[in-house]
């Protein structure tokens, strides 16, 4: 933690001793570039990191800029006021356009901000009352206990003390439970739900977190420049947000601020060497960002302090102490033998294909089902109709006694039900204790404000101490603080049903687990499955491995084109002939 300290001290230490040996000139240079920063940070979170594309960003700090210079200059009231009126207005815009533009996928998403975008700049623009395209002029001097922050040494102070306050919060946010959720929406939001993650609320606070930062900036420059205008709340200006991160690092907290500083300190310099080669300047400098990015774009993706720090120490991950760390409740098992999950009569069309057709099996506590079948069987299916990825077109599904067909995969884990995927689906850069923790996500409840305050420590510690518990379980303890990303398959499987235990389900849903294992690593899975077994948990697996299978499932459920073929136990099934021919073509 110490560590994590070190960085923001030396930028509050920059932030005042900066006016004592710049000139003035250059003190305004950093003050900008603080600003820039605080809008930057936002986008790390929103763009880099939540993976949501927003050319907007600009009209926020318009709102923050317009609400304080109208209060002040119309009303008289003081700046602070205007700075809680900027977030509160932002809070409400920001909210109502999340719950309608967040919905939008792919590239419709960076469209629809675009396009709200432009509305609030010329919302600016002509809006009676905020001064027309001239703006508002003669905004008042800010004031804190007696200290008139009224010049470019005084404002570095106070930008100084903001930028670090930003990202002490949300570098406590990123190393929380919260922060494991923001940092799954970009590529593995189908994940999240399935690990009971409500990923539409997490991508409306981060949007929202976004517009307040957007916001701040927007009060501080309002005043120190006393002139508010619509020029600098443009489309354009949201472009450069975007480029700022894209040069310095899209994904990292640090690196929105090395964006800021080499945008800001190349736009000046190109705007005193342009005109002398061109004979004017005329946003000529936009041309050479443009290429400066498609640069960056093509040889360091990640930005350039990913760069930097790869020729760098590397920095020990972040800890807690676990040993003292409480434990996290459990749900009480039921008796072996009682069932499960029951589904009966389902049927899955996609057009006028059946996939599923009169399919139905029943999971007991404390046994392990099988459900195997050739390729194109529709087991796939199946399963995603049991975990809540698809909907029944008719049957139903019973869990402990309550329905939950048309459920969502959230509403199903926190029922007590847990999964892991075909495809193995692990962000690669976070390491497998992260990865793990992630499924123990519906076990905790502090929020957004708490883990930006870091006043959740000792949840946070049970929440790492299950999840390191479940992975030496697993007996992957050496791995720790590895990356997941660069473990073998085979223990990439391991991770994901790690991860799936950590929510203390009730039953398990292991697709293909033994794909990519060798015979030592089937072994120790098929040990790690009887001892769930006893513990009283269901397990239901899709496995082609029939050695696997034959040796550990309790009961086996067979399907052929979408329907069931046979069940029983693996000895019924091993003579069945109907299963002997869909697998081998029938018996001599």
């Known amino acids: 933690m110490a560590l994590r300290l070190i960085p923001l001290l030396a930028l509050l230490l920059v932030a005042g001793l900066a006016p004592l040996v710049l000139p003035a000139f250059h003190v305004t240079l950093l003050n900008y570039i603080g600003l820039y920063s605080l809008v930057a940070l936002g986008l790390v979170l929103l763009t880099g990191i939540g993976g949501m594309t927003s050319f907007g960003q600009a009209a926020f700090v318009g709102i923050g800029a317009y609400a304080s210079a109208v209060l002040t200059t119309q009303y008289g009231l003081s700046p602070w006021l205007g700075l809680l009126a900027g977030l509160a207005i932002t809070l409400v815009v920001a909210t109502s356009l999340g719950l309608l533009t967040l919905r939008l996928a792919g590239h419709y998403l960076p469209i629809g901000t675009l396009a709200w975008g432009l509305a609030l700049f010329y919302l600016f623009g002509n809006l009676p009352g905020l001064g027309g395209f001239g703006g508002l002029q003669n905004l008042p001097n800010i004031e804190l206990l007696g200290w008139q922050i009224s010049g470019s040494a005084d404002f570095a102070v106070l930008i100084g003390l903001l930028l670090a306050a930003s990202l002490w919060l949300l570098d406590n946010l990123l190393h929380s439970r919260q922060g494991r959720a923001i940092r799954t929406l970009k590529e593995s939001a189908g994940m999240a739900e399935a690990m009971g993650i409500d990923t539409a609320r997490s991508r409306l606070q981060v949007f929202i977190i976004a517009a307040l930062l957007a916001a701040l900036s927007g009060w501080l420059y309002a005043h120190l420049q006393r002139v508010v205008n619509p020029t600098p709340f443009s489309v354009v200006m949201g472009i450069e947000y975007l480029f700022m991160i894209v040069l310095g690092g899209v994904a990292s907290l640090w690196g929105a601020l090395l964006g800021a500083a080499l945008l800001t300190l190349i736009k000046q310099v190109l705007q005193d060497v ?4 061109f004979g004017h300047a005329d ?6 960002f ?6 960056v774009l093509q040889y360091a993706r990640g930005g350039l302090l990913p760069v930097l720090r790869s020729v760098l120490p590397a920095s020990r991950p972040r ?27 389902l049927l899955k069309q996609f057009g006028g294909l059946v996939a599923n057709k009169n399919m139905g099996l029943s999971v007991n506590a404390a046994e392990v089902t099988a459900l195997i079948g050739p390729n194109g069987a529709g087991k796939s299916t199946l399963f995603n109709l049991l975990s809540g990825v698809l909907t029944p077109n008719a049957g139903q599904i019973i869990f402990n006694g309550q329905r939950i067909e048309g459920l969502s995969p959230r509403a ?13 689906r692990l962000l690669g850069e976070m390491s497998v204790l992260e990865n793990v923790a992630l499924g123990a996500h519906a076990r905790g409840k502090a929020g957004l404000l708490r883990s930006m305050l870091h006043l959740e420590r000792k949840e946070e510690a049970a ?6 518990r479940q992975i030496q379980r697993v007996g992957l303890g050496e791995y720790l603080h590895t990356p997941a990303g660069s473990l073998p398959l085979g223990q990439q499987r391991i991770v994901e049903i790690a991860r799936a235990l950590c929510s203390d389900p009730l039953l398990l849903l292991l697709d293909e687990p033994a794909a990519g294992l060798r015979h030592g690593e089937k072994q120790a899975l098929a040990q790690l499955l009887e001892q769930l077994r006893g513990e009283g948990l269901g397990v239901l697996l899709v496995e082609h491995d029939m050695e696997f ?8 459920v067979v399907m052929e084109f979408g329907q069931p073929l046979a069940s029983g136990t693996p000895l019924q099934i091993q003579q069945n002939p109907a299963v002997l021919a869909a697998y081998l073509g029938g018996v001599e």
């Open 274 to 277: 342009l005109p002398q080669l």
């Open 283 to 288: 946003n000529v400098e936009m041309i050479f």
């Open 290 to 295: 443009g290429v400066l990015v498609i640069l």
């Open 319 to 345: 800890t807690l102490a676990l040993d003292d760390a409480p434990a996290l409740p459990r749900r009480s098992m039921p008796a072996a033998g009682k069932p499960l999950m029951v589904a009966q009569g």
């Open 412 to 424: 199903i884990a926190h029922l007590g039900v847990s999964r892991t995927f075909q495809h193995v």
């Open 463 to 468: 929440l790492l101490a299950e999840a390191t």
């Open 549 to 556: 299978v034959m040796g550990l499932a309790d009961h086996i």
